[in-house]
């Protein structure tokens, strides 16, 4: 038996990707994968996570990481898709990506939609070949499935390599890209025109509205 586990790691951000993991396994690997410690990424630290993250490699039977860059949600988005409507489209390619074989495979999504049974109807829409796929749909599958655990690991692992080599790119520091962050918001307020066309903000996030609708102000009082 083979079990796929998919989770995802930056949907919040205003700034960077978000990223999908699946990790597929054997039923027989769960035990390993618990022994040296993999659980929720939230739960782990990041140097951890790392070293986590190349085990989870080494043991899984394929694995694969989707990377949806800000434009990307930013024109879906302008096209009437919401982020959950996303996430199920990209869900939906790791599958067909990963299953390979006429061999059963569980698939298990934690899902990021308050209606699972309408998220779920929206991903098999977009599935090559379900008939070798059973499916759990569930809320905290990151938590209650080793599989989407391991997911976790692989999908935060990327976020967070993604983010530094924006860093690196752009040459400043603009903290997690979230909007909690106050490390994130000083950037967007000092620097946030001069990098919007680097890509790598999503300006169809309220939080870029906003910014821009104070800018908007305080340019009209300039008259």
Request: charged letters at 30%.
């Amino acid at each position: 038996m083979l079990i796929l586990g998919i989770d995802d790691a930056g949907r919040g951000p205003i700034i960077g990707p978000m990223v999908l993991a699946g990790v597929l396994i054997e039923k027989k690997d769960e035990a390993h994968l618990r022994k040296i410690g993999v659980k929720d990424s939230k739960k782990v630290t990041p140097k951890r996570r790392e070293i986590l993250a190349v085990e989870i490699k080494k043991i899984a039977k394929d694995y694969h990481a989707s990377i949806t860059l800000p434009l990307e949600i930013d024109s879906r988005a302008l096209n009437g898709l919401n982020l959950n409507n996303i996430e199920a489209i990209k869900s939906a390619e790791i599958i067909n990506k990963l299953n390979k074989s006429q061999e059963r495979i569980e698939v298990v999504i934690d899902c990021p939609s308050p209606n699972i049974p309408k998220w779920r109807e929206y991903i098999l829409k977009h599935i090559h070949e379900p008939d070798n796929l059973i499916f759990k749909v569930e809320h905290k599958a990151d938590v209650n499935h080793i599989a989407c655990s391991a997911a976790s690991i692989i999908a935060k692992v990327t976020r967070d390599s993604e983010i530094e080599e924006i860093k690196k790119r752009i040459g400043v520091d603009f903290g997690s890209g979230y909007p909690s962050d106050p490390v994130t918001i000083s950037f967007l307020q000092k620097h946030g025109k001069k990098y919007k066309k680097e890509g790598i903000i999503r300006e169809t996030w309220q939080t870029w509205q906003n910014f821009k609708g104070k800018k908007e102000q305080k340019n009209l009082k300039d008259f």
